[in-house]
């Protein structure tokens, strides 16, 4: 059981490329969740979805643009990317809202 | 406000046991958390108490809550090298739905 991958592991951008990172997930949750974790920091909730078409802000959304076509995939992109985005990027999701979480592996960003 | 707090590093020797702190703000939270992330992972949630609860024990693991205090720990008795990662609080914050992680403390365990 794969449970949430995201892909790629690792991503050096230039300022002003845009990227899209991937996430999936095949435990059919409908709750899913971008975080960005910067050092010496906890983690920050970017966007988050309750189910396929639904999307929502969370702390720090600006920058970022999700979308939820699938219950599999919660893709999140960077139009132009900037130094500010630099951080590991991880993806969770749930069966039921926050109250357990399970976490990909992260994708380290860093943009030059 | 609405920081978690804990510090940020600990190193204990093989067999010891860790004590690792946090404090959090809001005393609506519902539940809270234990993660343990290990070099190149993602966060895997460890433990975790309802905050009715006053203690938690899962086999080396202890949560001890104090709620007067806002004080969350994490026992983790006779330390393996196996237990070296980095440790985040986090608190669910009931009437915003919200949950708020800590900064996180990397556990060093020394032979």
């Known amino acids: 059981n794969a449970g949430v991958t995201q892909t790629p592991k690792f991503r050096i951008l230039k300022i002003g490329q845009s990227m899209t990172l991937q996430c999936t997930q095949d435990m059919n949750h409908n709750y899913m969740y971008w975080y960005r974790q910067d050092p010496g920091m906890g983690l920050k909730l970017i966007y988050y979805s309750v189910g396929a078409g639904i999307t929502d802000k969370g702390e720090v959304p600006n920058g970022y643009n999700v979308s939820r076509s699938t219950t599999e995939d919660f893709p999140l992109r960077l139009e132009l990317a900037a130094p500010s985005q630099t951080s590991v990027y991880f993806c969770a999701s749930s069966s039921g809202g926050l109250e357990k979480l399970f976490f990909g592996s992260g994708t380290q960003l860093s943009v030059l | 406000g609405e920081d978690v707090e804990q510090s940020l590093f600990l190193s204990v020797r093989e067999g010891d046991s860790s004590v690792i702190n946090c404090t959090y703000t809001?005393?609506?939270?519902?539940?809270l958390y234990w993660y343990k992330q290990e070099p190149g992972a993602g966060l895997q949630l460890l433990t975790y108490i309802f905050s009715n609860m006053d203690m938690k024990q899962d086999q080396r693991l202890t949560v001890l809550l104090n709620k007067k205090d806002k004080h969350l720990s994490l026992r983790i008795a006779d330390t393996q090298t196996g237990d070296s990662a980095i440790y985040f609080c986090?608190?669910?914050?009931?009437?915003?739905?919200?949950?708020?992680f800590g900064q996180g403390t990397r556990l060093t365990i020394n032979p």
């Open positions: 809001d005393s609506s939270s519902t539940y």
């Open positions: 986090a608190e669910l914050r009931q009437g915003a739905q919200k949950l708020v």
